[in-house]
DNA sequence: TCGGTTCCGATGCGGTTGCATCGGAACCAT
DNA sequence: ATGGTTCCGATGCAACCGCATCGGAACCGA
């Protein structure tokens, strides 16, 4: 057994560097050079740790997506005392990205959705990604709409057909409403056509009227 | 007064070969050859229309922009017997592009967002694309609210302060709201994280809800 | 110590890119 | 015709791309 590395550990210090590239440039800016320099390694290790230029966008991009969610999630086990209602909007402004110091992950999301547009590889990476948060939000709302915190992994019955499923197929449009309105408003922002205060301004209103309207 | 051509007629045609290239492969798809190719003219004739890659790129933005600005605008004028109410629908559909049809506008338009997002000179040319659609839904917005059809062209006063412009904070806000959630359809579909139907059902959802508020 | 295995830095290669250049075709007023 | 302009197609060029290759450094068990 000799020399080994941590390969984790590498691959997800590449991305890194993956997503300050694409954070500055886009993604075209992105080549196998640069990687390595801003990763502080050789070619060939970018090389040996992705077999090609694809594979390590794909991984970069799981790699940011898991981040966001991350951040999503300690949010919402960090404040667990107030209301649903409230945290969605945490959870809102979280994802869409408005805050200043998340305007890069914004730059890099926007990016990959671009590309996975015309990349079905890219496009599978983030459907799951975007799963992900979709799941998490429906149950944030189905908890605000009564259920309470009981049972809160098996979300994913679609076939029972009663008042309850009913209900959870409004949690579930207003939930894909807030996480496509919050990815709006984030592209909005970042070219300039809207600031960061009028998005969540936008945002806000429209929180209140969801809330409003129950 | 030697040879003449139509330029500008060259241009849109080129632009078209722009377009073109940008849905079928994305921006960094687009080669000054390729281009040249789809639009069956030679390169030297492209460099001639526009002296660097990137103000063709800038010309293909607005001009795409242009003609999904117009189609609204047509989509406007064929139907003013309606509701504002309902036109709204159409306008807001009209510009989630979420029909199959209008599919390759929107991986452009969505290429373009990503490519502002990191050039300026891009993202400038964006905005006064969005800016005149934002005014569009405004003004729809505000002659449903009641204030009727006169004089349609001097709602940008910002500054007078009466219970009528309190009214137009909020139709801008509704504005704002509607465009962003139908940009954010529009990724998520192109991604293919949301059908198109589903899309539309949420886009649905939300004017329901806005139009109940009212 | 040493043999075997894993890793990596350097280098090379074929292809592509955006852009500059330029000779000549196309055209019109004269 | 002819001269002056405008246009354009072909070609060249330097830079850069992703990827393949490979000799040797690094390392560990025996």
Redesign the interface.
């Known amino acids: 057994m000799p020399k080994q590395v941590d390969h984790d550990g590498r691959r997800r210090q590449i991305a890194d560097a993956v997503c300050l590239l694409v954070?500055?440039?886009?993604?075209?800016?992105v080549t196998l050079r640069d990687v390595a320099t801003r990763a502080e390694v050789s070619m060939g290790a970018v090389q040996r740790c992705f077999r090609t230029k694809e594979e390590m966008l794909r991984f970069a991009l799981a790699h940011i997506g898991e981040r966001v969610a991350q951040r999503v999630r300690r949010r919402l086990a960090a404040g667990p005392a107030q209301s649903a209602a409230s945290e969605l909007g945490l959870v809102a402004r979280e994802v869409a990205l408005l805050r200043e110091e998340h305007r890069a992950e914004a730059?890099i999301w926007?990016?990959f959705?671009?590309?996975?547009?015309?990349?079905p590889g890219l496009?599978a990476t983030?459907?799951s990604s975007?799963?992900d948060l979709e799941e998490l939000v429906v149950r944030l709302l189905a908890e605000a709409s009564g259920g309470g915190a009981a049972e809160p992994t098996e979300v994913r019955a679609e076939g029972a057909a009663d008042g309850v499923a009913e209900a959870r197929a409004v949690d579930r449009?207003?939930a894909?409403?807030v996480?496509?309105?919050?990815?709006?408003?984030t592209?909005?922002v970042?070219?300039?056509?809207?600031t960061a205060a009028?998005?969540e301004?936008?945002l806000h209103?429209?929180l209140v009227?969801l809330w409003g309207?129950r």
């Open positions: 954070d500055e440039h886009g993604l075209e800016g730059r926007l990016a959705i671009a590309a996975a547009a015309v990349n496009a983030l459907r975007y799963a449009i207003e894909r409403t996480l496509a309105l919050a990815d709006g408003l592209a909005h970042l070219v300039g056509h809207r009028e998005a301004e936008v209103a429209h009227g309207r």
